[in-house]
């Protein structure tokens, strides 16, 4: 079976003002429960060559989602799915918790 990526990203929780993610439930296969990590060992993990990819479930299973990377706008690290330059973290519609 093919590895989607080093590491999935199921779930996240946001700050306050909704602009930054503070935790995202991780895991290192969609076999495995996930882990809290703080966004910025998600970003520390990614600036070093490890790969994130969003997951969600479809009837039971888990689908792959889109590959997270970080931007850097006006020198702040942002998590997204795409490569807006907009200051806001945006993994798509992942569920919060």
């Known amino acids: ?8 990203i199921s779930a996240v929780r946001y700050d306050e003002e909704r602009n930054h993610i503070t935790h ?11 882990v809290a990590y ?3 060992t998600v970003i520390a993990l990614i600036s ?5 990819n969003t997951i969600y ?3 039971g ?11 850097t ?5 942002y998590l997204r799915t795409d490569s807006n330059n907009i200051k806001r973290d945006n993994l798509g ?5």
């Open 93 to 97: 519609e992942l569920p919060e918790f």
């Open 73 to 77: 706008v006006d020198g702040e690290d």
């Open 61 to 71: 299973q888990w689908k792959n989602g889109a590959r997270v990377q970080v931007i």
């Open 24 to 34: 995202l439930k991780v895991h290192s296969n969609k076999e495995t429960d996930s």
């Open 38 to 40: 703080l966004r910025s």
């Open 1 to 8: 079976m093919n590895k989607w990526a080093d590491y999935l």
């Open 48 to 52: 070093v060559g490890n790969t994130f």
């Open 57 to 59: 479930r479809d009837n």
